[in-house]
């Protein structure tokens, strides 16, 4: 009788292990952002916008909710089957926060036509797209 119970319970490992071969997806676009300012925040959050539409929204934070700092760069990922259309311009409100609380906020536009990776360098004045 173990070695029925043992029998099934290998047969349904190897099944699930063997039902994960999905592929890994690639994203369409790759949106870094840097920080280069010596403002205070632990959590970015993108709120993506086109032709007037939500799109998409995104947050970043490190797992110990440490503060993002000056050289630190979080990464945002776009995949072809969020509600973006590629081949337009976005509207991007980044905003950060410490603790809950918001301590800046810009808005951006991205081209995203001719371009899979984007890197937004965030300083003390501005946002800067490279």
Request: glycine share 4%.
């Amino acid at each position: 009788m173990k070695r029925i119970i043992v029998l099934i319970m290998f047969l349904l490992l190897i099944a699930g292990c063997a039902s994960n071969q999905g592929k890994v997806e690639t994203p369409e676009v790759a949106i870094n952002v840097k920080n280069e300012s010596s403002l205070l925040f632990n959590e970015i959050r993108l709120i993506i916008f086109q032709e007037g539409h939500l799109s998409s929204t995104q947050g970043a934070m490190f797992a110990d909710q440490s503060p993002i700092e000056k050289g630190d760069t979080m990464n945002f990922s776009l995949y072809k089957e969020d509600p973006i259309n590629f081949e337009e311009k976005i509207n991007v409100d980044m905003i950060f926060y410490h603790n809950n609380s918001e301590v800046a906020s810009r808005e951006l536009t991205i081209d995203l036509s001719d371009s899979k990776e984007v890197t937004i360098e965030f300083n003390d004045y501005q946002l800067v797209v490279r």
